[in-house]
């Protein structure tokens, strides 16, 4: 496949062949390759937990709001934010860390979210189908008591990965110019707003969106419905709560 084509039509895959597996081989060299990913100060401030056992993907899937890629994946890999590991290096030789703070923290998630996205982007170039599960801030710490995770280490992002079962649609996207800008930041005005999501509007699963949630706008399923007022601070609170208690 060209690389430009990849880019264009690349797909999130939901469902998975259950017949087809990926070797712990292959799986091993993908997180080698996504590890070249750069990263802060060369200190690579992550670690992914891998979980491929059934039973184990069952105990996760409530913390994903059981979406069906969670346990029909053939593996899920939850990617975290670690200062576990280069603390007790820097312990170890006699360095005094002073990373519990909100910085730190800020870089691990950063490098984190590099690291997975490259792991997603060279999986998907070797025939693998992957997709983004955005719940796992919502319950961080339902998540870090099942894998187990020590002081100084954050979920920050799940992916499910496995070989296709079926293809599926490309998503929409806002034009370039809605989301480029040059030299300085160049504010919207309704105009520009009504001319970037038009598209996005006409679409009939746009439209399908709102007359099964009763909406008037696409704009009004988002806000009442999908990531609310109430949710949001909810596990905001949720999380902050969770962070502090990791030791950042």
Avoid at 74 to 96: G, I, P
Avoid at 178 to 201: P, S
Wanted: aromatic letters at 10%; proline letters at 4%; glycine letters at 4%.
């Amino acid at each position: 496949m060209e690389k430009e084509q990849y880019f264009s039509t690349r797909r999130t895959i939901r469902r998975y062949d259950s017949d087809r597996h990926i070797s712990d081989t292959e799986l091993t060299r993908i997180i080698e390759l996504a590890a070249q990913a750069p990263n802060t100060g060369n200190m690579q401030l992550y670690s992914v937990i891998v979980t491929r056992d059934e039973d184990a993907k069952k105990r996760l899937a409530p913390a994903h709001f059981n979406q069906p890629s969670a346990t029909g994946a053939d593996v899920v890999l939850t990617f975290c934010a670690d200062f576990n590991r280069f603390e007790k290096w820097c312990e170890a030789r006699n360095a005094q860390p002073g990373y519990d703070n909100f910085q730190s923290l800020m870089w691990a998630v950063i490098d984190t979210t590099i690291f997975a996205q490259q792991f997603c982007t060279i999986a998907e170039m070797n025939g693998l189908g992957t997709c983004y599960l955005g719940t796992t801030t919502y319950n961080a710490p339902m998540i870090a008591d099942i894998l187990g995770l020590p002081s100084r280490v954050v979920p920050v992002v799940t992916l499910t990965v496995g070989y296709p079962a079926a293809d599926a649609e490309i998503s929409d996207r806002i034009p370039v110019e809605g989301i480029m800008h040059t030299e300085r930041y160049e504010d919207y005005d309704t105009a520009r707003i009504n001319a970037l999501y038009h598209e996005k509007e006409q679409r009939e699963d746009s439209k399908q969106f709102i007359a099964e949630n009763n909406k008037e706008t696409l704009a009004q399923v988002f806000t009442d419905v999908r990531y609310t007022r109430d949710a949001n601070e909810h596990f905001s609170e949720v999380l902050s709560e969770f962070i502090k208690k990791q030791g950042f």
